[in-house]
T-cell receptor, first 109, second 115 residues
């Protein structure tokens, strides 16, 4: 069964706006990772946040982690058309990554 | 980031034949590789985890005799779909992780169509 659940399942915004996606998980984790997938392509690693971290930045990306609520959020600021993709959170326990259902993000020009 | 190469990108095969997909880590030694399957507009389903030199660990519901996984070296893992059927048509993605590393890198995926 899937560990993570992303919310919303689909998000459509105008270029330049910020996009926020949320992820909830069920069990204890070592870290949580966010990935992007363009249609029909492989996954691109975006950012990793460890269980003892609360916030992390990478360029236009900001990730937060709340282990007490078992949730994480991914914020993309100043969105661009090229950000259109599916975004997945993945939680890592002992060894393997378990993915959520993903959020399909569409940036409208 | 590290590079994981997957080949072929797409393959069409006849029902009943076998097809092999390769996953290579190009610039790091992958002690662990993972194989996923993804249906259209759905998430990734982990099929199996393989550690170099040992047998793969399959997820529940995945037929090990149908999906043969070999991880004979630190840079190469292969997935062989045996006696393929149309329902095996899917997008297969591999990923790899180095020794002690947290980040897992993905290949570009392979589209399999069984006709």
């Amino acid at each position: 069964s899937q560990q993570g659940e992303e919310d919303p399942q689909a998000l459509s915004i105008q270029e330049g706006e910020n996009a926020t996606m949320n992820c909830s998980y069920k069990t204890s984790i070592n870290n949580l990772q966010w990935y992007r997938q363009n249609s029909g392509r492989g996954l691109v690693h975006l950012i990793l946040i460890r269980s003892n971290e609360r916030e992390k930045h990478s360029g236009r990306l900001r990730v937060t982690l709340d282990t007490s609520k078992k949730s994480s959020s991914l914020l993309i600021t100043a969105s661009r058309a090229a950000d259109t993709a599916s975004y997945f959170c993945a939680t890592k326990g002992a060894q393997k990554l378990v993915f959520g259902q993903g959020t399909r993000l569409t940036i409208n020009p | 980031g590290a590079v994981v190469s997957q080949h072929p990108s797409w393959v069409i095969c006849k029902s009943g034949t076998s097809v092999k997909i390769e996953c290579r880590s190009l610039d790091f030694q992958a002690t662990t590789m993972f194989w996923y399957r993804q249906f259209p507009k759905q998430s990734l389903m982990l099929m199996a985890t393989s550690n170099e030199g040992s047998k793969a660990t399959y997820e529940q519901g995945v037929e090990k005799d149908k999906f043969l996984i070999n991880h004979a070296s630190l840079t190469l893992s292969t997935l062989t779909v045996t006696s393929a059927h149309p329902e095996d048509s899917s997008f297969y993605i591999c990923s790899a992780r180095g020794q002690g590393a947290d980040t897992i890198y993905f290949g570009e995926g392979s589209w399999l169509t069984v006709v």
